[in-house]
């Protein structure tokens, strides 16, 4: 029985995978710091052990008691558009704690490094955005995925270090966390609709993104390593069709039936247009269609009701002030 390391696995996507990566027949581990992951999202039926990617001490402690075969690196601080006011503790937690398991994984002579990175390595570039696109990443938290992705290709070119990169985008689903109010648009509007509040945009809305169910990204993610031709590679994983960001709140609204109501802020430094292509994943892995943007709303939209609202927390580290969104400053 092959032996998985998941990062992140009591986070989002994280927890997903380590689930399906266990259904798939293996032995998981799964390890969390639990900044942004909560103990109720770990699967069951996986070892759980709770500490930091940046912890040397706590990582190598993992690899003393087991062997791993596979390492799925889902571990990050995710919120690209606050990472411009928390660079250090962007680059830290990113990057650096991704260097820390290439070294381990290319000591310990892993099978396969799994890395999930973003669609924000992009930037602005021509969409649908596809894998042979030269990055152009303009936030910390693109540039720190580019990072590890340029690391993990010189780590297999000298070390030969087998390794596959997904870039997902705009994930959504039942464990997202939100009462996340950096990240996570639809989390973050159907917080505001369940408390009573208006959904808050900032700009007109007319910013597009492909908006991804969980389904069809975490599976794809777990078979990576059992899929031999996916080895050395980039794959956008995720879905097809982009929506504005104001469609996708008229579309929160019909899933809580009741009518839109939304707040306009002032815009922010973002990415207007970012979705991409997947005829390249399609090709190596054949993932079903993936779940429409209407079901996969109304799924997420029960979960939310079932375990009722969540009260916003402010990110307490943060580094830099200047230009700040309002809405994003403590107490607001």
């Not at 270090?161 to 996570?184: M, S, T």
Request: hydrophobic share 40%; charged share 20%; with cysteine.
């Amino acid at each position: 029985m092959p032996r998985a390391l998941v990062t992140g696995a009591a986070g989002f996507i994280g927890s997903h995978v380590a689930e399906r990566c266990a259904r798939l027949g293996m032995d998981v581990v799964g390890v969390d710091d639990l900044s942004g992951g909560f103990l109720h999202n770990i699967p069951a039926g996986i070892e759980f052990r709770e500490g930091s990617v940046v912890d040397t001490g706590f990582l190598a402690g993992l690899w003393r008691e087991h062997k791993f075969d596979y390492v799925y690196h889902l571990a990050a601080y995710a919120a690209e558009g606050l990472s411009h006011f928390i660079r250090r503790y962007n680059y830290t937690t990113n990057l650096l704690g991704s260097v820390n398991l290439i070294n381990l994984a290319v000591n310990h002579d892993v099978k396969c490094l799994v890395f999930t990175s973003s669609i924000a390595v992009y930037g602005t570039n021509q969409v649908p955005m596809t894998e042979d696109l030269t990055p152009q990443p303009e936030d910390p938290y693109g540039v720190s995925k580019y990072a590890v992705e340029l690391d993990l290709k010189a780590a297999h070119d000298l070390f030969g270090l087998p390794y596959i990169v997904f870039r997902p985008h705009n994930v959504y689903g039942e464990r997202q966390n939100i009462a996340d109010k950096y990240r996570n648009v639809i989390g973050i509007f159907m917080n505001q609709v369940i408390r009573g509040e208006p959904m808050t945009i900032f700009g007109d809305g007319t910013q597009t993104r492909a908006f991804s169910y969980i389904d069809d990204v975490a599976e794809v993610i777990a078979r990576g390593p059992l899929t031999p031709a996916a080895y050395q590679h980039v794959f956008n994983v995720g879905a097809d069709h982009p929506y504005s960001v104001r469609e996708l709140a008229d579309e929160v609204a019909r899933a809580f039936k009741v009518e839109p109501n939304v707040r306009l802020l002032p815009p922010r430094n973002e990415v207007l247009h970012a979705f991409a292509s997947h005829a390249k994943v399609a090709r190596v892995f054949a993932p079903p269609e993936p779940v429409p943007l209407e079901r996969g709303i109304a799924r997420m939209a029960a979960w939310v009701r079932e375990h009722g609202p969540g009260r916003p927390v402010d990110f307490s580290a943060i580094e830099i002030e200047r230009n700040l969104p309002a809405s994003w400053r403590r107490g607001a």
